[in-house]
C-alpha cells in the first residue's frame, strides 16, 4: 500500500463521499491510487480549482459535513485559494489537500515549485502540515479533518508527489512518531448558571426586545422561537441565517444590514433590548445605538463574543444547549404592543415588496423576477444566491419555510460562488431541487463552465433539477451603483458594461435545456418551466440594471418613488443617486453580512 492508498482508504474511514478536484501532476500519485480504489471517495472533477472549492464550501454548507477538495501543486494550490477564503471567513469546515514538487526538487527553483507552507498559513491557519515520512499519516488526515470540524474553519494538508508513492508505513509505538483515532465527538458547551443568570435579569428587564439570529442559530429554531414568545421579541436575521427561521413567522422581520429590510432596521433602531444568537454580523451601525439598549451575545466560539457592541453579558456555547437552559429563567411578556408593531411592520413591508416588484422597467424589473419565484419555490429547496445585486433581491424577496436552505458568500462576498455551490448541495442533497440566483458578471466568470460540471453529473441525482437564473442587464450592476453613490458618477462603460451572451442557448449546447426571458408575462411561465425540467435549467432574464437597490432607511414612499424614478429614465440618474445617498452612503450599497 502506497501513502495515496492510505489517504484515500483514510478518507474513507472518515465517510468522506466526495473530493471536489482536479487533476495535475502534482497529485498523480493520488490519482493513480484513485484508480485502483475504484474511485472511492467519488472524485468530482470541476472545470478550475476555484470552482472546487467552491463545491467543497457548498457541500459543507448544505450537508452540514465537512466538504474536502484537492488539487496539484504550484496553480492548482493557488487556485484553490479564493474558495478556501470563502469557507474561512463564512466557517465553513473545508479540508484541502494538496500536491507538492518532490522533496529532492525542493528549494530548486523547480517548475511549479511553490512555499506552499507559507501561502496557505493564512487561510489554514489552525493546522497546515506537510507529510514528508509515510509515519505522519494518518495524524496528520486525521487532525485536518477533525480540526476543520470542531473548529468550523479550512485546513491543509501538503503532500510530495514523492511522498505519494512511497510505501505506506504505520506510525509505531515509539519514541516520536504519533499514532490517532478516527471521529469527531459530539458535544455541546453551555455557560455556567451565574452567567445565565446574568442574561437573565437584563433580558427580563426589557420591554422592547429584539433578537437578531445568524447560521450558529440554524440548529436551535424550536429554543428561538420559543425565546422569542417569551420576550414578545422579534426576530431579525443575519444573511447566513436567512434560512435559520421561517419568514412565514409573523415577528421574523427578515434580513438585517445593507440588503436588510425595513421592518429589522426599525426594530433595532427602537428596541430597548437586543439578544444575538450566533451570528457575527459586521455592521454596528445597523444595530440599536450605543448606549440606547442593553445587549446579550450567545456564540460557540469565545473568540466571537464581545464583538460589535458593547454587551453586557457574553454566553460561550452551543445556542440550543444555551437557550434550552435560558428560557425558564426568562419571565413572560404581558404587554403585547412593542410585538404587535413588529409584526404590523413586517406585514407592511412584504406589501411593499410586492409594490416594488410590480414596477415596470425595460425590459424586466430584476425584483420582480426574484419575488416571483417566492411563491413557486418547493418547500425543500436549496438556493443560492451569487454577491452583487443579486443577493438584494435573494434577501428582501424570497421567504423561507418548510426545510428551505440557502447561502451565499456571506463574509468574503466574492463574485463567481452561486452556480458552484448549487452543484455542491446537489452532492450533499441529490434527491432535492436546487437554484441559483446570479448575475451576467458572476455568469460569464464562473458559472458558463460550470455548467459543464452539472451537465456531467446530473444523470446521478435522484432529483435532476437544478435551476439557474441569470439576470443579465449587461452591467457590473453592484459596483456601478458604488460608484453612484461614492463619486456621484455615471457608470463608467468601459469597466461596467458586460457583452450580451445567450445562456440559454449554451445551456442547451451543452444538452441542458433553458429559455431567454425579455417580457415581464413570461417570467412566471418560465419558472413553472424550469421547476418542472427533467435536467439542469437556464433562465435568461433580460433585466434593467437602473433599478436601485433601496435602503431599508428610506421611507415607505420613498421606496417605490425612488424605484420608480430611476426605472423611468430620470434625466440625471447620478444626480438623484447622489442626493438621496450621499449623507448616508452605505445604506444604498449592496453587501454581505454573517
Not at 428560557?327 to 410585538?339: F, K, N, T, Y
Not at 423576477?369 to 435573494?394: Q, T
Not at 433580460?542 to 426605472?567: C, E, F, G, N
Request: charged share 20%.
Amino acid at each position: 500500500m502506497k501513502v495515496a492508498d492510505y489517504l484515500l482508504q483514510r478518507l474513507r474511514e472518515w465517510e468522506v463521499e466526495y473530493v471536489f478536484a482536479y487533476p495535475g501532476d502534482g497529485i498523480n500519485g493520488l490519482l493513480a491510487a484513485w484508480g485502483r480504489a475504484e474511485d472511492q471517495p467519488r472524485f468530482i472533477q470541476a472545470r478550475h480549482e476555484e470552482m472546487a472549492a467552491f463545491q467543497a464550501v457548498g457541500y459543507a454548507k448544505f450537508s452540514g459535513r465537512t466538504g474536502v477538495c484537492a488539487a496539484t501543486s504550484g496553480p492548482g494550490a493557488i487556485h484553490l485559494l479564493n474558495g478556501l477564503y470563502d469557507a474561512k471567513l463564512d466557517h465553513v469546515p473545508v479540508v484541502a489537500i494538496v500536491g507538492q514538487t518532490d522533496r529532492t526538487a525542493m528549494g530548486g527553483s523547480y517548475q511549479q515549485e511553490v512555499d506552499l507552507l507559507s501561502l496557505y498559513k493564512d487561510v489554514a491557519s489552525e493546522f497546515c502540515e506537510m507529510v514528508t515520512v509515510p509515519e505522519q499519516l494518518p495524524n496528520v488526515l486525521d487532525r485536518a479533518l477533525r480540526i476543520a470540524a470542531t473548529r468550523r474553519t479550512v485546513t491543509a494538508l501538503i503532500v510530495p508527489a514523492d511522498v505519494q508513492e512511497l510505501d505506506y508505513e504505520p506510525p509505531a509505538h515509539a519514541f516520536k512518531q504519533v499514532p490517532s483515532s478516527l471521529g469527531v465527538p459530539q458535544y455541546a458547551p453551555v455557560p455556567t448558571d451565574e452567567e445565565l443568570a446574568r442574561a437573565a435579569e437584563i433580558l427580563n428587564a426589557g420591554e422592547k426586545v429584539a433578537m437578531l439570529i445568524g447560521q450558529g442559530a440554524r440548529h436551535a429554531r424550536p429554543e428561538v422561537e420559543r425565546t422569542a414568545e417569551l420576550l414578545g421579541a422579534g426576530v431579525a436575521k443575519a444573511l447566513l441565517g436567512k434560512d435559520a427561521l421561517p419568514d412565514t413567522l409573523p415577528f421574523v422581520t427578515g434580513s438585517i444590514g445593507l440588503l436588510g429590510t425595513r421592518p429589522s432596521y426599525e426594530m433595532m433602531r427602537d428596541c430597548d433590548t437586543l439578544l444575538v444568537v450566533g451570528s457575527s454580523f459586521p455592521y454596528s451601525n445597523f444595530l440599536p445605538d450605543f448606549g440606547r439598549a442593553r445587549a446579550v451575545q450567545i456564540d460557540l466560539d469565545p473568540s466571537m463574543v464581545g464583538l460589535r457592541y458593547p454587551f453586557e453579558a457574553n454566553l460561550v456555547g452551543d445556542a440550543a444547549e444555551t437557550l434550552r437552559r435560558l428560557i425558564p429563567l426568562l419571565e413572560p411578556r404581558a404587554d403585547g404592543a412593542w410585538r404587535k408593531t413588529v409584526e404590523d411592520n413586517t406585514a407592511r413591508w412584504w406589501e411593499v415588496m410586492q409594490r416594488r416588484a410590480e414596477v415596470s422597467a425595460e425590459p424586466v424589473n430584476p425584483e420582480y423576477v426574484v419575488h416571483a419565484l417566492d411563491a413557486l419555490l418547493p418547500e425543500d429547496v436549496m438556493l443560492a444566491a451569487d454577491s452583487g445585486s443579486a443577493a438584494n433581491w435573494y434577501a428582501r424577496h424570497l421567504r423561507m419555510r418548510g426545510t428551505m436552505r440557502g447561502s451565499l458568500s456571506g463574509t468574503l462576498a466574492t463574485m463567481g460562488p452561486g452556480v458552484p455551490y448549487v452543484i455542491g448541495a446537489k452532492f450533499a442533497h441529490p434527491d432535492r431541487p436546487a437554484i441559483a440566483i446570479v448575475g451576467d458578471g458572476a455568469m460569464q466568470m464562473n458559472g458558463l463552465a460550470e455548467l459543464i460540471t452539472a451537465a456531467k453529473y446530473y444523470h446521478e441525482w435522484t432529483d435532476p433539477r437544478l435551476v439557474v437564473a441569470v439576470l443579465n442587464n449587461h452591467d457590473l450592476n453592484q459596483v456601478t451603483w458604488e460608484m453612484r453613490a461614492m463619486q456621484g458618477a455615471p457608470q463608467f462603460e468601459p469597466s461596467q458594461h458586460l457583452p450580451d451572451v445567450r445562456y440559454a442557448d449554451i445551456a442547451q449546447s451543452f444538452g441542458l435545456d433553458g429559455v431567454r426571458v425579455e417580457r415581464p408575462e413570461d417570467v412566471g411561465p418560465a419558472w413553472i418551466r424550469a421547476l418542472a425540467a427533467d435536467r439542469p435549467f437556464v433562465i435568461d432574464f433580460r433585466t434593467d440594471p437602473a433599478v436601485p437597490p433601496v435602503p431599508p432607511h428610506a421611507t415607505w414612499d420613498q421606496i417605490k418613488a425612488a424605484a420608480s424614478a430611476v426605472l423611468h429614465g430620470d434625466s440625471d440618474r447620478a444626480s438623484v443617486v447622489r442626493q438621496g445617498v450621499k449623507a448616508k452612503l452605505q445604506e444604498f450599497l449592496p453587501g454581505g453580512g454573517s
